[in-house]
């Protein structure tokens, strides 16, 4: 069973940048059509896509955000990185990581996620 584990500061400053880490266990993030992604959820606000990174290493972005995103990783830690760049004051929210799993011939979209963490921007 895939576990995903996120971990990064609670707190940046406005027009820093916000990282953070998805740690993941119980699977492989290079395992054949694994997609590996980046959600958050605003208080009051649904939850909103921020993007993925596929197991091969490419990366897709929600358009609202792609210019301030990045997703990376780190295969050797079996580690994804979210990066999002010049933050405000509406970018308070919790931060999840999620895993979309292959099944030989279907996905399983977000069948597994972390237990999130809360980033706030504030001086």
């Known amino acids: 069973q895939v576990q995903l584990q996120e971990s990064g500061p609670g707190l940046v400053n406005p027009s820093q940048t916000l990282s953070l880490i998805c740690t993941v266990s119980g699977g492989s993030i290079t395992a054949y059509n694994n997609y590996w992604s980046w959600i958050r959820q605003a208080p009051g606000k649904a939850l909103e896509w921020i993007g993925y990174?596929?197991?091969?290493?490419?990366?897709h972005y929600s358009p609202s955000l792609k210019s301030r995103t990045s997703i990376s990783r780190d295969t050797s830690k079996n580690q994804f990185t979210l990066q999002l760049s010049s933050v405000t004051p509406e970018d308070i929210a919790v931060y999840y990581c999620?895993?979309?799993?292959?099944?030989?011939?279907?996905?399983?979209?977000?069948?597994?996620w972390g237990q999130g963490t809360q980033v706030t921007v504030s001086s």
């Open positions: 999620a895993h979309t799993g292959w099944g030989g011939t279907y996905y399983t979209p977000f069948v597994s």
């Open positions: 990174i596929t197991y091969s290493g490419g990366a």
